[in-house]
């Protein structure tokens, strides 16, 4: 069976999964008192921070499903995510609307290829 | 690293992302002023046309999520689904309620094999 | 192309699709009759009943997306999943609110390694 990596392991998850060069994570800010644009910047800067700690880039990024609140957020997900996503090695993304506990006004589910 | 194939890319997103002999990829109707029937309609022959585009057919698909604006639309999407997927080639589906980015009444999230 | 292998497929969809030493698949609980607590207690029973016949255990599980119909029942999920997860095997875990289809409380999407 091929290796599984955990990082960041507490007892209710894992901070991210490694397994078959694909590494899944998710991620909410970790300042949920900011509004629904400071927790996006959050969110951003932490995939950053994961991606260099597994030693890949936003360049190797497949697919990121986005989690709104609501959506009256999507104007500014879309102004910080093209700002923020490589040109030419863009993931795919699904973007839908769901309630997310607490206070949180966006969830990510990423999935990113590792060395 | 395994290398990674993006088709389609925009500023945004990738239309597929192919790593590992995996695709993965996001459908919304391209007409989303059609109703859910027609949308869905759209949506399954524009995987299709995503399926030739990389070497693959129906028979490759591993998992689709399926988001639906309005859940009294399952059964137009369990009839039409039924009669597009390979039996015996069937893929793993989920399919729950969400609000969608404008028109749109269905969106899927879709994983497939590839060569 | 990486073999792919269906177990349980209907003529909608198949209960786990294995490829590339990866098994997905989606669980609601057999019985929705019961209230979130029953059903969740059934999917985790159902998950490790799946992880059996894949050959894979509880320590092999990559990637939960947990969609509950009303996330008041976050905290019996937590407490269920906790006691459940097997310390330092835990799978990265996405959880959101979405309206599920007739009355199940709780829908699963999971991704593990197999063999």
Known sequence: M???TRIGSSERW???VIHANVARWVEVASDPQAD???QLKQI???I???LQQI???RNDLLQVTVYLASLT???ILNL????????GHAPVRACVQACLQGNYQAEFMITAATG
Do not use: N
């Open 73 to 75: 957020d999507v104007a």
């Open 55 to 57: 030693g890949s880039s």
């Open 14 to 16: 894992a901070d991210v």
């Open 2 to 4: 091929a290796k599984i």
């Open 44 to 46: 951003f800067h932490q």
């Open 48 to 50: 950053e921070e994961t």
């Open 36 to 38: 629904c644009e400071g």
């Open 80 to 87: 910080l995510w093209d700002a923020w996503v490589p040109r």
